[in-house]
């Protein structure tokens, strides 16, 4: 049975710091790329970060040089560092395991984590 579990959102000040865990469960986690999505009140899912099941990342425009995603397939975990925080960073926080290869079609969400930021 596959799980996918977020952890560690939370409530934080403007220009704080959070880091976004997402540890993976019933997977061949070195086969999969993850994927941080968000998802505001009113407002469409959008991608965040990703990272390949080889290491690499991609950021949408308004997170890079704030964000960093990293994996550590020892462990089955995909983080996100959230640094320089905004309040148009409130949102709740997906984490996707992506399916590549042989597992291409394998596509798994977790429930999300609640980040919210102040003013």
């Known amino acids: 049975q596959v799980h996918i579990v977020e952890s560690g959102g939370g409530l934080v000040q403007a220009g704080g710091s959070l880091r976004l865990s997402c540890a993976a469960s019933?997977?061949?986690?070195?086969?999969?790329?993850m994927d941080w999505y968000r998802q505001a009140p009113g407002k469409q899912r959008e991608l965040v970060a990703t990272i390949s099941d080889d290491g690499r990342t991609n950021y949408t425009e308004s997170t890079k040089g704030r964000f960093t995603i990293s994996r550590d397939n020892a462990k089955n975990t995909v983080s996100l560092q959230m640094n320089s925080l905004k309040p148009e960073d409130t949102a709740v926080y997906y984490c996707?395991?992506?399916?590549?290869?042989?597992?291409?079609?394998?596509?798994?969400w977790g429930q999300g984590t609640q980040v919210t930021v102040s003013s």
């Open positions: 996707n395991a992506r399916g590549v290869g042989f597992y291409r079609n394998n596509n798994y």
């Open positions: 019933g997977i061949t986690f070195s086969r999969y790329a």
